[in-house]
């Protein structure tokens, strides 16, 4: 039972541009949000989380938006970059549990 | 941001044998460890939940004779594949969990596993 998922496996934005990566979830007990970015052949790379206290968290280039009630996470990305051509998974976990649960990833390119 | 390696990178193997993996926490101690696995293009499958001091928490098909966990340290989890066969390749990654503020789970390398 996939509880986090990532609709759309692929996305390709014009370098400069915005990128939105979309996820959403299934368990209204989760409580904690991080996204990933992950290389062909290497480990993922955290990126950015949030906590469902907040709607919005900013780092950088990477924005972060939480809508509970729709269980709906984003990740913006502006301005877009070559470099950031990777596979992004979000991933969730429950404020009494251990495990993150992942979504299925979603390729991005961003092309110069 | 706190260093998570694992040992080797990449192995290949005959068919029976095991292999062993190592995860290290390198500057932060880690009570919990996890494992998971990467088939091609699909998402990381949890395997199991490594704690310190104690028995791993293997997730529900996930066999824990073939799949060996020590948690030996606080900055050490192996991962022991036992009589490997070929459907056992994969990528094998670990993360331990930061218990600081933001709680975040940080990923090792990964391990690309090949059995012949």
């Known amino acids: 039972d996939q509880q986090v998922k990532q609709n759309s496996p692929s996305l390709s934005v014009q370098e400069g541009r915005i990128s939105i990566l979309n996820c959403d979830y299934t368990n209204s007990m989760f409580d904690y949000f991080l996204w990933y970015k992950k290389y062909p052949a290497e480990g993922p790379t955290f990126l950015i989380s949030?906590?469902?206290?907040?709607d919005k968290n900013e780092d950088g280039r990477f924005t972060v938006f939480l809508n509970k009630s729709a269980k709906h996470l984003s990740l913006h990305i502006v301005p877009s970059q070559p470099g950031d051509s990777a596979v992004y998974f979000c991933a969730a976990r429950t404020n009494t549990g251990n495990q993150f649960y992942f979504g299925t990833g979603t390729s991005l390119t961003v092309i110069p | 941001g706190a260093v998570v390696s694992q040992h080797p990178s990449w192995v290949i193997c005959k068919s029976g044998t095991s292999v062993k993996i190592e995860c290290r926490s390198l500057?932060?101690?880690?009570?919990?460890m996890f494992w998971y696995r990467q088939f091609p293009k699909q998402s990381l499958m949890l395997m199991a939940t490594s704690n310190e001091g104690s028995k791993a928490t293997y997730e529900q098909g996930v066999e824990k004779d073939k799949f060996l966990i020590n948690h030996a340290s606080l900055t050490l989890s192996t991962l022991t594949v036992t009589s490997a066969h070929p459907e056992d390749s994969s990528f094998y990654i670990c993360?331990?969990?930061?218990?600081?503020?933001?709680?975040?789970?940080?990923f090792g390398p990964g391990t690309r596993l090949t059995v012949l």
């Open positions: 993360s331990a969990r930061f218990p600081a503020v933001t709680d975040t789970q940080y």
């Open positions: 500057d932060f101690q880690a009570t919990t």
């Open positions: 949030i906590s469902s206290i907040k």
